[in-house]
């Protein structure tokens, strides 16, 4: 029985896959307080980060900032109106990354990392964890030179 790859319609398949839609965990919000939504869904970690789908269809990023028995509790970056009971939850990061590199030097970004001072995306393929590993201090190299911060008050 000799395989015979030579005849398979190849295009097919990979048309196939580009055209197929991914799963995504999702729930949905089940109660909003002040600043900050509860929902039902998808199992995420304290520090993930997710979109809440606002009742325009806008998505607001959210992290998930504790629980409160079943329920994730989410913190939204942007702006709470029109997020109501109902909203979909879409888990987008189970650990929060960051872009870098040399493209940023030189650049005025907001706290998301997305360019503000008008010169267009910054091109970045790396991306590095927002909450890198923790150091024991006593395994860190000894501080043997001083930093000059500019304040008269903090200098020796």
């Known amino acids: 029985m000799a395989n015979d790859f030579g005849n398979?319609?190849?295009?097919?398949?990979?048309?196939a896959v580009e055209s197929c839609r991914p799963l995504t965990a999702e729930g949905r919000v089940a109660k909003v307080t002040g600043l900050i939504a509860e929902g039902r869904g998808p199992s995420m970690?304290?520090?993930?980060?997710?979109?809440?789908?606002?009742?325009?269809?806008?998505e607001v990023p959210a992290e998930v900032v504790g629980?409160?028995?079943s329920r994730i509790i989410l913190m939204p970056y942007g702006e709470m109106r029109g997020i109501s009971p109902g909203?979909?939850?879409?888990?987008?990061?189970?650990?929060?990354?960051?872009?870098?590199?040399?493209?940023?030097?030189?650049?005025?970004?907001?706290?998301?990392?997305?360019?503000?001072?008008?010169l267009g995306p910054i091109a970045s393929n790396?991306?590095?964890?927002?909450?890198?590993?923790?150091?024991?201090?006593?395994d860190r190299?000894?501080?043997?030179?001083?930093?000059?911060?500019?304040?008269?008050?903090?200098?020796?």
């Open 8 to 15: 398979i319609r190849w295009d097919y398949y990979e048309d």
């Open 45 to 58: 970690g304290v520090g993930a980060t997710c979109s809440i789908q606002n009742v325009e269809g806008e």
């Open 67 to 69: 629980f409160n028995d």
């Open 87 to 118: 909203c979909k939850i879409a888990l987008v990061h189970e650990r929060p990354y960051v872009p870098v590199g040399d493209a940023y030097l030189g650049r005025v970004v907001n706290g998301f990392g997305e360019p503000i001072d008008g």
């Open 126 to 138: 790396v991306h590095y964890p927002l909450y890198g590993q923790v150091v024991n201090p006593m």
């Open 141 to 156: 190299r000894p501080i043997r030179e001083m930093a000059d911060v500019g304040i008269a008050a903090v200098k020796p």
